[in-house]
């Protein structure tokens, strides 16, 4: 049961990502403004791309901390994804993908089979 909920949360972290690669339209009302700025975007587009294709792996395992920060770059207005600095937000993406990027890789339980020679 706590797999599944494992795997819906990195499910939904996974679209988050990929729609959070993807600049955004400007607000039109005075002058334009963004959430996220188009350049912070762009540079930071690959590394959560990649983030999101790993989390769909199921068999790689990833510490609910990791996914906790994943979701703090996205979503929390004080993250660097926000900011103007595209250098900080590219450093902490990157920084990010190395860890899921090397997570272990599970294997399923198998019991060993006896071969004859």
């Known amino acids: 049961m706590?797999?599944?909920r494992n795997i819906k949360k990195r499910r939904r972290l996974a679209r988050a990502l990929e729609r959070a690669a993807v600049p955004e339209r400007p607000f039109r009302r005075g002058p334009i403004r963004y959430l996220v700025q188009p350049s912070v975007t762009v540079a930071c587009a690959p590394s959560l791309l990649a983030i999101a294709t790993?989390?769909?792996?199921?068999?790689l395992v990833v510490d609910e901390d990791v996914l906790r920060s994943i979701w703090t770059f996205i979503c929390d207005g004080a993250s660097p994804f926000f900011?103007?600095?595209?250098t900080e937000a590219l450093r902490e993406a990157v920084r990010l993908q190395h860890i899921v990027v090397r997570a272990e890789t599970t294997v399923p339980d198998q019991e060993p089979i006896a071969v004859a020679v």
Do not use: N
């Open 54 to 59: 790993a989390l769909r792996e199921e068999a």
């Open 83 to 86: 900011g103007r600095d595209v």
């Open 2 to 4: 706590k797999r599944d």
